[in-house]
């Protein structure tokens, strides 16, 4: 069974995108990370996307709160729901209605040499915490064309081959703090926000690998 997620986890979208191809989204835990209770993943369902699940999110007592900011594409008029499941294997669900389409075949930002040569480059972004006593805020900024298969190559009219990014690890001194399982429904050049908690300490590590086994740190 899955619950109202009222008192677990909330999810901000737009109620109209301005660009389907880039709708920003927040998922908000309601209250921080601890060892006996946290969330363990977020599931990120678009139901009219011809690939539903965009996105699983794997975290830790050590991610000091469930809070995910990114951005994703939208096909069609959808749900976009945000499935948490705790620890205790409870699930708790946020959902909102999206009026946006053509996100997933939208031609990208940048041609497909150019999106080429620059994937894997990365920076990481520090924030200020928006709650108190959670730990730190980063952003992780990705270049990668995350090509869906479903746009099309405006020069010879061929659909582009489906290359996108699957796998992100971040850690902080060695211990995990998010994973993400990633499919076509994330944006091009993807952005990821999360919180690393107070309990972890040293150098920040972002892993990423996408559907061609290349992998960039």
Not at 88 to 94: E, I, Q, S, V, Y
Not at 136 to 156: C, D, E, K, T, V
């Amino acid at each position: 069974a899955i619950e109202d997620g009222k008192n677990v986890i909330s999810l901000t979208t737009p109620y109209r995108a301005e660009d389907a191809a880039i709708v920003p989204i927040t998922i908000a835990a309601a209250k921080p990370q601890t060892k006996d209770e946290f969330i363990e993943s977020i599931t990120l369902v678009i139901d009219q996307n011809p690939s539903p699940v965009a996105a699983v999110f794997h975290l830790t007592p050590d991610s000091g709160l469930a809070t995910i900011d990114t951005r994703i594409r939208i096909d069609a008029f959808t749900d976009v729901r945000a499935i948490a499941k705790m620890n205790d294997g409870r699930l708790f669900m946020a959902a909102n209605f999206i009026k946006a389409s053509g996100g997933c075949g939208s031609p990208g930002l940048s041609t497909m040499d150019e999106a080429r040569a620059q994937a894997g480059k990365m920076k990481m972004k520090f924030l200020a915490s928006r709650m108190e006593g959670v730990g730190g805020q980063a952003q992780l900024l990705i270049r990668h064309p995350n090509f869906s298969g479903l746009q099309m190559n405006q020069i010879s009219g061929d659909f582009i081959p489906a290359h996108y990014i699957d796998s992100i690890e971040v850690t902080r001194g060695g211990v995990k703090v998010l994973s993400v399982e990633g499919d076509i429904s994330l944006s091009e050049n993807p952005s990821i926000r999360f919180y690393f908690g107070d309990n972890t300490s040293g150098d920040i590590s972002a892993v990423v690998m996408d559907t061609q086994s290349k992998t960039f740190k």
